[in-house]
């Protein structure tokens, strides 16, 4: 069986459109999976971004989220 690759994706809210719409791609699904981590806003500790959780990721969706 193959391993499918690692998606994730980074940013608030907004974000969950754009996982839904991959997430009801067939073709998508068949290669990738989400590795959920909280939205942007919940994230308190910079220590959770740990090298290990984003060391195998195949795919990185960021949304630029600005304090203004």
Known sequence: MDRKKK????G???TSVIKAYLESCGLFCEDYYFYDIPQIQNIKNPDYFTPSIF???DLFIHQSIRLE
């Open 55 to 57: 060391k195998d990721c």
């Open 7 to 10: 998606a994730i994706i980074y």
């Open 12 to 14: 608030n809210c907004h």
